[in-house]
């Protein structure tokens, strides 16, 4: 079992140790094979925003390098787990800068076959609502399961959460073993449709988005064609599909007639052309 662990915090302070105590758990079950990154010591400049990532590739990113080798790591892996502290009611900013620069991710979701366990640890409030939030970043990529583990740590007390965490892990441990693939939530096909209709009806050959969802031909499914989202969910994605894209289309070639009539408006009389 290959796991990428994906190290939010700065340092080593409380979420290692609640870290290092979910991998002697996990290892009492299973044989895993860790790959560890800590994402300040990859020091991966500040996403500037540019959108290369989304709009050109995710190779035109000016991090490419950094990035890629997170990307290859999670291609890798089972299973990934992402750690983060909460600092000022929020994720990390070493953790944030990374989603950030992964935010192609969620025009193109890839990663259908993995688990993934969230760690949060806070000394004082909103372990649950960060963890949620990661959890929600991840469904968006793809990330077919995930369990959360947020905890209010304010001593040294180890011992004092092992039933929190061994409640959470035994699930995350049960998932693992049997590799069962789960199916999506309502939500989850929903968001999915809403990119697969906006990839083949705003966009053409050339974009990245239009040539990730026709190259894979996920363009064709109402999800990834591994999952099995059974026949109602099915139905419902295709439907969104259709309502979605025509509504798109609609307000596509709404907006090409006014830049059309706008262009139209500046040419001499003489040039005049007729709608």
């Known amino acids: 079992m290959k796991i990428l662990i994906i190290h939010g915090s700065p340092r080593r302070g409380n979420t290692w140790k609640i870290l290092n105590k979910v991998k002697e758990k996990i ?14 010591k990859m020091k991966i400049p500040m996403c500037t925003g540019c959108f290369n990532c989304i709009l050109k590739s995710e190779e035109k990113c000016p991090h490419y390098e950094s990035i890629k080798y997170i990307n290859d790591k999670i291609t890798w892996c089972d299973a990934m787990i992402i750690t983060s502290p909460v600092y000022s009611l929020q994720i990390s900013g070493q953790l944030k800068n990374f ?20 760690i949060t640890t806070t000394g004082g409030v909103r372990a649950k609502e960060i963890a949620n939030y990661i959890k929600e970043v991840l469904t968006f990529w793809g990330i077919n399961t995930t369990y959360k583990l947020p905890i209010v740590y304010r001593d040294n007390n180890l ?5 929190q965490i061994d409640k959470v892990l035994s699930k995350f441990i049960y998932t693992l073993k049997n ?27 050339g974009n990245p988005d239009y040539d990730y969802w026709k190259n894979s031909e996920l363009y064709k499914y109402p999800y990834h064609p ?18 979605i894209s025509k509504r798109m289309k609609n307000n596509k070639d709404m907006k090409y007639n006014e830049r059309k009539i706008k262009i139209i408006k500046r040419l001499p009389k003489e040039e005049g052309v007729n709608l």
Request: hydrophobic share 35%.
């Open 27 to 40: 290892n009492e079950e299973i044989d895993a094979d860790y790959e560890i990154i800590e994402l300040s």
């Open 99 to 118: 989603i950030d620069h992964m935010s192609y991710n969620f025009h193109r979701p890839k990663y259908f076959n993995k688990k993934a366990l969230i």
């Open 159 to 163: 011992e004092k959460y092992d039933k």
């Open 179 to 205: 590799e069962k693939i789960k199916a999506p939530t309502f939500k989850t096909v929903a968001s999915y449709n809403s990119f697969r209709s906006m990839s083949t009806t705003f966009y053409t050959k």
């Open 226 to 243: 591994d999952v099995n989202i059974g026949k109602v969910k099915s139905v419902f994605g295709n439907a969104l599909y259709k309502v």
